[in-house]
Each structure stands twice: as C-alpha cells, then as structure tokens.
C-alpha cells in the first residue's frame, strides 16, 4: 500500500500506583479496549478521513466540507502522488510494458491505483458516515470514477500487469451415469440384453 502512514497520538496512561488493585484495574480496561479497538479498516477510514480534512485546511483559499466537489478530489489524489512508491514507466522508457523490469529506470513514483481506489471506497463512506448526503459525495463523483479508471488502464498498461479480476469457471453438473445392461445366455449361443428394472417408486 503506497498511502502515507497517519501516526495516532499516544493515549495517557493511568497510573497504578495506587495498590494491588491497579494490576486488576489495568487488565480489566485493557480486555475492555482490546474489546472495544476499532477494526483494521475503520481505523483506516479514520486516518483517511482526518488526512482529508488537513488537506482542506491547508487548501488555499480553505476549503469547507461542503464547497468540496469532484475536481478538489482529484487535486487530493494528486497530491498524494508525491507520496507513492509504485513504479510507473513512461511511454518512451524502456521497461515500458515490462512487469520485472531488470534495472533502475528514472520514471516517477506514483501511488498504485488499488491504493486509490480502495481509498476513494474509505473515504466515500465516511463523508456519508460524517453527515454528508450521498446525492452530493464528492467522492463519488462522475469525474473521480473516470480518474481511477484511466488510472488503472494507464498503470496497467506501463507496468506490464493485469488488473482485470478472473472469471471462476462454472462447474458443470455431473452427468449421471449411463444405465447398466444387463446380459444373459439362453443356452443356445445367443445373448439377449435387457434393461435393468425402474428403481423402486418410479412411475410405469
């Protein structure tokens, strides 16, 4: 993941020097925060979301959630490219087009489009999660979908690879198996072949 990492500020601790109750104190609130911990993605989302509103405070002239519109998005995500690490070759390189390339090259670093992509998804939910109507989620915008999209077809196509997801195959039903034919001998040289009978309940 290419998106620059948000530090959380330290939370206080208490002090347990009060007896030998705080040993008890303090493993009962540290199940009760282990409990209560967000999530991996909804701590995510939150960084996310707190890196977003720093990035309108610092806009010039500041910005308010509510004037934000798709184009102040993709100024945002442009202004992470500068933050990336994924590799992405020019027409005119060499490697372009090339998935292992076999040396250094001077293109730019930008921030890979699953990155974006997934942080567009974070951040579109938490505008809404924030107050935001859906009918106005700049996140969701006509213009930032067409952005990630040529995105995606641009790194695609630089860094050699695929993001196109795979069709699963449908299994195809098992077939049953053929009847089996039963055989006899009348004592006479001549073999007479018979269908086995109908498994029970079967209609006539």
Known sequence: MDLVPHPEPDSPHSDNSGGGGGAAAAGSATASAVAASPSRYESQKRRDWNTFGQYLRNHRPPLTLA??????VL???RYLDQFGKTKVHMPACPFFGHPAPPSPCPCPLRQAWGSLDALIGRLRAAYEENGGRPENNPFGARAVRLY???VREHQSRARGVSYEKKKRKKQ??????PAAVISSDDGNGHHHHQMPPPPPGAAA
């Open 172 to 177: 195809q039903p098992a077939l049953p198996a």
């Open 67 to 72: 004037r934000c519109s798709g184009a102040h």
């Open 148 to 150: 990630l999209r040529e």
């Open 75 to 77: 100024e945002f995500l």
